[in-house]
T-cell receptor, first 116, second 109 residues
Framework: GAVVSQHPSRVICKSGTSVKIECRSL??????MFWYRQFPKQSLMLMAT?????????EQGVEKDKFLINHASLTLSTLTVTSAHPEDSSFYIC????????????FGPGTRLTVL | GENVEQHPSTLSVQEGDSAVIKCTYS??????FPWYKQELGKRPQLIID?????GEKKDQRIAVTLNKTAKHFSLHITETQPEDSAVYFC????????FGAGTRLTVKP
């Protein structure tokens, strides 16, 4: 089946620094990618929808200036957590939608961000 | 790390019949098991979840069972309707969530 990768799998950074997380669709072109955040012991929260070549659509309550999303190609979307703070520590998951609307989503393995 | 397997990958049932989707997980420390439904052209939505201190949970026509000893959990949909047709994902989580590959359910009228 289709594969979606994320890099890095784990990252530890100091408060105030920025961290970039990459999401790649390895064997298909993904016009749409989604970024989720998992809070402890809770389900996923959709942060934003990323469409190739256009601005991301953010969910209510998600700061677009803090969580910068770039979907520059059909196989790569990046999430940059700017000026990270300890409360940004979380597990971030991306998913990629297959090329047609009938396709399912394929989830990445996630990135564990720890901000000290 | 956690590994989640989901079966079957496709499932076709007649309207009114029951549908069962099964998942297994590898990390005995996982304690949260959500199920997501993705309708055609839409993003996944959480439909039901269960925690490891509970063996079964029911919400109208949907139920989830958890067997911690065997490390498997299942989604049961009774009296299926055409609008139940979708892709269903299971997931297991302690700290980091891992997803099954999904099951495409088709309910034939």
């Amino acid at each position: 089946g289709a594969v979606v990768s994320q890099h890095p799998s784990r990252v530890i950074c100091k408060s105030g620094t920025s961290v970039k997380i990459e999401c790649r669709s390895l064997d298909f072109q993904a016009t749409t990618m989604f970024w989720y955040r998992q809070f402890p012991k809770q389900s996923l929260m959709l942060m934003a929808t990323s469409n190739e070549g256009s601005k991301a659509t953010y969910e209510q309550g998600v700061e677009k200036d803090k969580f910068l999303i770039n979907h520059a190609s059909l196989t790569l979307s990046t999430l940059t957590v700017t000026s990270a703070h300890p409360e940004d520590s979380s597990f971030y998951i991306c998913s990629a939608e297959g090329p047609s609307q009938t396709d399912t989503q394929y989830f990445g393995p996630g990135t564990r961000l720890t901000v000290l | 790390g956690e590994n989640v397997e989901q079966h079957p990958s496709t499932l076709s049932v007649q309207e009114g019949d029951s549908a069962v989707i099964k998942c297994t997980y590898s990390d005995s420390a996982s304690n949260y098991f959500p199920w997501y439904k993705q309708e055609l052209g839409k993003r996944p939505q959480l439909i039901i979840d269960i925690r490891s201190n509970v063996g079964e949970k029911k919400d109208q026509r949907i139920a989830v069972t958890l067997n911690k000893t065997a490390k498997h959990f299942s989604l049961h949909i009774t009296e299926t309707q055409p609008e139940d047709s979708a892709v269903y994902f299971c997931a297991a989580s302690k700290d980091d969530m891992r997803f099954g590959a999904g099951t495409r359910l088709t309910v034939k009228p």
